[in-house]
């Protein structure tokens, strides 16, 4: 977080140094280099891919967590195979929200993964998918998800510079897994 706020101030000195500008390109900067440090609102979007569901909404507001937006988070990322539903872990959503306002996008992420129960965990462990025996997935603490007109190489790049958790690139499957568990990359 705090990283990614000094890159976005040291390219902001560079351009203003650049282009010799004063408080008029301070101005126009800053609502975006804002929207993602700490503004009124953070918000989400998903498209579920297995079930179709959507959901559009903000989770944050003024500094507080949105009770009923987070059920509703937590419904559309549930294990779509049992329908077992399990709080999603926020800093999660945080690492979601600041990825998404890193790369300059406002469309849903595309949710291939979110909670997965220790059944479903064991079933597709056991049938070789490449899922983690001790999966955070099982835990709420991580998701599997694309960002349509985003290159999955640089949500992955992105991610990893976020330096926010577990990030892993699954170019066969089409997905950037991403964790809030210890800082790591594959
Ligand atoms: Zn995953």
Same mark, same amino acid.
């Given at each position: ?92 959503? /945080? ?10 996008? /406002? ?63 699954y170019s066969k499957s089409r997905f950037v897994h991403l964790d809030v568990g210890r800082v790591r990359y594959w």
């Open positions: 977080m705090i990283g990614l706020h000094d890159n976005l101030l040291k390219s902001f000195d560079r351009w203003s140094f650049l282009v010799g500008g004063g408080a008029l390109v301070a101005s126009a900067i800053l609502p975006a280099a804002a929207s993602i440090a700490a503004t009124g609102e953070r918000r989400l979007s998903f498209y579920q891919l297995h079930t179709g569901e959507k959901l559009d909404l903000p989770y944050w507001i003024e500094g507080a967590y949105v009770p009923e937006a987070l059920k509703e988070i937590n419904e559309i990322l549930r294990d779509f195979r049992t329908s077992e539903v399990r709080p999603i872990d926020v800093r999660l959503l /945080d690492l979601l929200h600041n990825l998404r306002g890193a790369l300059g996008s /406002d469309v849903p992420f595309h949710v291939i993964s979110g909670y997965r129960s220790p059944k479903t965990n064991e079933r597709l462990s056991s049938s070789g998918g490449g899922v983690a025996k001790r999966s955070l997935h099982m835990k709420g603490k991580a998701i599997d998800v694309r960002l349509p007109g985003r290159k999955l190489r640089d949500l992955h790049k992105t991610a990893v510079r976020m330096k926010w958790g577990g990030v892993g690139l």
